[in-house]
T-cell receptor
Framework: GDSVTQMEGPVTLSEEAFLTINCTYT??????LFWYVQYPGEGLQLLLK?????DKGSNKGFEATYRKETTSFHLEKGSVQVSDSAVYFC??????????FGAGTRLFVKA | NAGVTQTPKFQVLKTGQSMTLQCAQD?????MSWYRQDPGMGLRLIHY???????DQGEVPNGYNVSRSTTEDFPLRLLSAAPSQTSVYFC????????????FGEGSRLTVL
């Protein structure tokens, strides 16, 4: 079945550092790919998405490109802020109307 | 704009008790789903619905029932609670399966003693 694998955390960075969180997937057909963010005590909210190969999703300085050849959707940000501290989830939605999530990566950003 | 509303936010049950987690959305979304979130395991899909009267199982459906009598509501029933069902439960809805993003409620934290 479909699956998502993302890098384990926690990831600890200093403010203004470059961020990469790796995400790879296994799926049949042509899934849509998402990154969600969860702040403490809250539900998940969409950060960005891409619905077809080579699409780039972007929002709030975060970017991710849908790479079908490497089955990847890595999340990047050029300069992180303390306010970016959260848990980040990679997810895919494909056949069968199911959205499958990775285990999540916790990010800590130090001032 | 309320979005997705879950009740209760916190609940403590004893083993063997039953209860219903309520979920309502006011966005006229056809697709709704329930997830549980456990440490280190991300979110796992319990049940989902693509419209009123239609439900289907996700990854971890055992011990849970759902129904979808209206577009707005999608309650999750625990039939006989077990300690393994201690978790945070999230309800989500979407305007379009596959390409549309999920809109999440704030979660319901359940403890089974």
């Amino acid at each position: 079945g479909d699956s998502v694998t993302q890098m384990e955390g926690p990831v600890t960075l200093s403010e203004e550092a470059f961020l990469t969180i790796n995400c790879t997937y296994t799926a049949t057909g042509y899934p849509s790919l998402f990154w969600y963010v969860q702040y403490p005590g809250e539900g998940l909210q969409l950060l960005l998405k891409a619905t077809k190969a080579d699409d780039k999703g972007s929002n709030k300085g975060f970017e991710a490109t849908y790479r079908k050849e490497t089955t990847s959707f890595h999340l990047e940000k050029g300069s992180v802020q303390v306010s970016d501290s959260a848990v980040y989830f990679c997810a895919l939605s494909g056949e069968g109307f199911k959205t499958i999530f990775g285990a999540g990566t916790r990010l800590f950003v130090k001032a | 704009n309320a979005g997705v509303t879950q009740t209760p936010k916190f609940q403590v049950l004893k083993t063997g008790q039953s209860m219903t987690l309520q979920c309502a959305q006011d966005m006229n979304h056809e697709y709704m789903s329930w997830y549980r979130q456990d440490p280190g395991m991300g979110l796992r899909l319990i049940h989902y619905s693509v419209g009123a009267g239609i439900t289907d199982q996700g990854e971890v459906p055992n011990g849970y029932n759902v129904s979808r009598s209206t577009t707005e509501d999608f309650p999750l029933r625990l039939l006989s609670a077990a300690p393994s069902q201690t978790s945070v439960y999230f309800c989500a809805s979407s305007y379009r399966p596959i390409t549309g993003e999920l809109f999440f409620g704030e979660g319901s934290r359940l403890t089974v003693l």
